[in-house]
Structure formats: C-alpha cells, structure tokens
C-alpha cells in the first residue's frame, strides 16, 4: 500500500518571475477557484503568490498603486513548501503541519524530476490522509494493531532486495495448551503482552514489526546483529509468562491438557521460539521461497523445549540457542 503525494497533485497556472502584479490579478479574478499561483524559473517552483497575501499586500493604502505595476518578486513566498512526487501522504502531511501559522494552508508544492508538476491543496491532502489511514487500519491486525499479511509481504518484497537483512519469526509454543486451560480471553490478552514486549525492542528502535495471526510475530531488520537482541528477548518473554500461570502451574512447569492428537498428557509451559532467516550465505528472490525456507527453520526451531533461536540451515552456518529451562 503506497500512497504518494503526486497523485494526488493538481494543476494551477504558474507564471515566471518577471511577471508583473497586474497579470496575477487578472488570473485570480478569472480563476475564482484557485487559491495561488506557482511561480517558476525553467519549470522549477521557486515561489507561491497566494490568493490571501496577494490581495492583503495589493488592498493597503497605497498597495495598488505600488505594486500593480511591478514583477510578483516582490509579493511572493520565498520559501513554500516543497515535496517530490514520491513522498507520502503522510510524511508531507505533518510537513504541511508544522508551517507557520499564516501559511499552514498554504498550496504544497509537488516536483517530479526537480521540475514542477502541480499543488496540492490542505483540504485534499486531508482527505487523502483520511483515506490512507482507514485503509491502513484495514491492514491491521485488529488484536495488537500491528501490521497484517499484506503490509508484511510488502515489506519482504522491498528487504529481499537489499544488501544485507535478518527476519526474525516469532512462535509461542504450547499456546494451544494455554488457550485450552486458561480461555481464549487469557490466551488474547497473553499474546498482547507479547506483542507490547516485541514493541519496545523493535518498533522504539524503528524496526520493522508485524502480526502474521495467532501466535506468530515477524521482525526485520537491515543488519545480522540479532544474538543480543533474540537473548533480551528470551529473557524478557519467560519472565512475562509467569504473571499468566497459577502459582501451582508455575511450580510444577506443566499443565494437563489435550495435545494435537487429542490425547491428555503434561504439558510444557508457553515458550517462545525464534526462527531467523538471512541473506549472510544465500539470496532469496521472491516471497515464496523466503517463506518455504523459514517454514523449515521454524520447524526445527519448535522442537527445543524452552525459549530458543535458530539461524539458518546451512552446514556450518546453522546454530541453535536457548535459554535454561524454567
């Protein structure tokens, strides 16, 4: 889901420097729309005459007979805002924001290429940040408000590409036997925690992180400096668990509950597992095949008993930590 300024972009008629104050008054009163006009040099913006100061400046005592006949230079903004084409909704949005309060909704300014290409007015600009963001909470998921599916598959489509990259999958083991036990109120509230815990280390620190369903978190990052990080974040999971576990549950280290197979037996205490995928000895050119190698390492990884990491599967470049069991 991307959303850039420059579609949104409209066109108002832009004038050259030399342009005299006359011929802007003349196409403000045809043009009883627009609000102002861009002034360039060689199709590149330099200035905005708006529709407001103009007529503040050229409405003084002696304003029209000062400047009718003289270049726009004199009566122009200087400095407008100016986006390219690409930035997002968003980001000019809290541009637009932070101007000073006598220009704040002013036109922004769109460039492709360094050369002008239209103006956006406040108004639509919020609108479409209105739009972006409902769209945006549609791709949420609706329990940890992470991101979902869709904005994660983007996501991987644009690390892939990169030089260098880590994505951590996030797994809680025996969740089923917790949810069994405890009630899928428990079970909701156990995966918020979780995922208020993955928050504070990635998100804070500007990493990227989503909800893929269930019991299941993926982080990515654009480095392979992950062991600190996977050991804070074992710690910090089996210490969080405890305040969801009866006392008697905690001391024993097991609940009775129904496995897969439907047969009643002891089992372990919720855990957390760590599958982390790189690009340090191998390249992945779709989504796809990320995902069908992750499902391996990921597999591997659930059979540790306890919180625990994988990295890889390679000979030689595969290893498994955990930490010890509670």
């Known amino acids: 889901m991307v959303a850039y300024i420059g579609d949104i972009a409209e066109q108002v008629p832009c004038i050259s420097q030399n342009v005299i104050n006359k011929a802007v008054d003349h196409m403000f009163k045809e043009n009883t729309r627009i609000q102002g006009i861009v002034v360039v040099n060689k199709e590149i913006p330099v200035s905005l005459i708006t529709r407001t100061h103009f007529y503040q400046t050229i409405g003084t ?12 230079n004199l ?40 050369k002008y290409h239209g103006i956006v007015s406040i108004e639509s600009l919020l609108l479409k940040l209105v739009q972006v963001q409902v769209e945006f909470a549609s791709y949420l998921n609706p329990l940890t408000s992470l991101p979902g599916n869709h904005i994660i598959e983007e996501k991987i489509k644009e690390i892939i590409q990169q030089e260098s990259y880590s ?6 083991d025996q969740f089923k036997a917790y949810n069994d036990t405890y009630g899928f109120k428990k079970g909701d509230n ?42 804070k974040i074992m710690g910090e999971f089996d210490e969080l668990v405890k305040q969801f576990y009866s006392p008697n549950h905690l001391l024993q280290r097991y609940v009775i509950s129904e496995n897969r197979q439907g047969t009643i037996e002891k089992i372990e205490l919720v855990s ?3 599958a982390i995928v790189t690009n340090q000895n191998r390249s992945f050119e779709t989504v796809e095949e ?25 000979q030689g470049d595969g290893s498994c930590a955990s930490l010890t069991p509670r």
């Not at 000073?100 to 036109?107: A, G, S």
């Open 167 to 172: 994505i951590l999958y996030f797994d809680l």
């Open 190 to 231: 156990l995966l918020q925690a979780t995922a208020e815990l993955l928050k504070n280390i990635f998100v804070q620190e500007g990493y990227f992180l989503g909800h893929i369903g269930g019991d299941d978190f993926i982080a990515i990052l654009s480095h392979y400096d992950y062991i600190s990080i996977c050991h």
């Open 272 to 274: 957390l597992s760590i």
């Open 75 to 114: 009566i122009i903004n200087k400095e407008p805002l100016t986006v390219d084409y690409f930035q997002s909704i968003t980001e000019v949005s809290k541009l637009a924001m932070e101007r000073k309060d006598e220009e704040r909704y002013d036109y922004v300014i769109v460039t492709k290429d360094h």
């Open 61 to 72: 005592l002696y304003g029209y007979n000062v400047f009718m006949e003289r270049s726009v």
């Open 290 to 314: 990320l995902g069908e190698y992750a499902a391996i390492v990921k597999k591997r990884c659930k059979k540790v008993v306890g919180s625990c990491y994988l990295i890889n599967l390679e």
